[in-house]
């Protein structure tokens, strides 16, 4: 049962702390995207990346949201410094071709 | 330019009856339409999609939605209803680019009576 994975699950921090979470997406997937729900503001598009390439990023605050893909089994989203506006769910998703995105379990995040 | 509207944002049921959740789309060409299902505190998951091969899909846990294009319309629907129902239900469309990015509605909260 092929899934995307999500790591940590939880974390909590201090504001102007650096915060890395990790997204493994589903083996053979060429396309990730990261998410950032929060109620007010429901599901947002952060980034995503095709064959590793990021083609579009306009969803995050560029100084201090990076987005990267390492390598095909690893993307990771980085804060720095984390703000407490930051605090929300992050959510990865993989797809293979047109459409279908299969989500992960989600990186709950809280800056005090 | 697509969007989505979920024209509710709670549906109440009680345990056995039936739930129906609408969606209507708004888009320039045939659309691929999905349902996610969020449970608290979990991801979202994948009910069931629309990509135009049969107008009546059906998903996993007995729902399934008819896509309606007089109506633009792709209710999710489940003849009876189980507690474990309870979750957001979102409707969902792809852009119709190259890029597949997803136009998510804002959510429907069900919940289910005992």
């Known amino acids: 049962d092929a899934r995307v994975t999500q790591t940590p699950r939880h974390k909590v921090t201090e504001m102007g702390q650096e915060v890395t979470m990790r997204c493994q997406p589903i083996?053979?997937?060429?396309?990730v995207f990261w998410y950032r729900q929060t109620m007010m503001q429901g599901l947002e598009l952060l980034a995503y990346?095709?064959?590793?390439?990021?083609?579009?990023d306009s969803g995050m605050p560029k100084d201090r949201f990076s987005a990267e893909m390492p390598d095909a089994t690893l993307a990771t989203l980085k804060i720095q410094p984390s703000e407490p506006r930051d605090s929300a769910v992050y959510f990865c998703?993989?797809?293979?071709?047109?459409?279908?995105?299969?989500f992960g379990p989600g990186t709950r995040l809280t800056v005090l | 330019a697509q969007s989505v509207t979920q024209l509710d944002s709670h549906v109440s049921v009680s345990e056995g009856t039936p739930v129906l959740l609408r969606c209507n789309y708004s888009?320039?060409?045939?659309?691929?339409l999905f349902w996610y299902v969020q449970h608290p505190n979990k991801g979202l998951q994948l009910l069931l999609k629309?990509?135009?091969?049969?107008?009546l899909v059906k998903g996993i846990n007995g729902f399934e939605a008819e896509f309606k294009k007089s109506e633009t319309s792709f209710h999710l629907t489940k003849p009876s209803a189980h507690m474990s129902d309870a979750a957001e239900y979102f409707c969902?469309?792809?852009?119709?680019?190259?890029?597949?990015?997803?136009?998510f509605g804002s959510g429907t909260r069900l919940l289910v009576r005992p």
């Open positions: 998703a993989s797809s293979l071709r047109a459409d279908t995105q299969y």
């Open positions: 083996l053979g997937h060429n396309t």
């Open positions: 990346f095709r064959n590793r390439a990021p083609l579009d």
């Open positions: 888009s320039s060409y045939s659309p691929s």
């Open positions: 629309y990509t135009s091969a049969a107008t």
């Open positions: 969902v469309v792809t852009m119709m680019d190259s890029s597949y990015k997803l136009i």
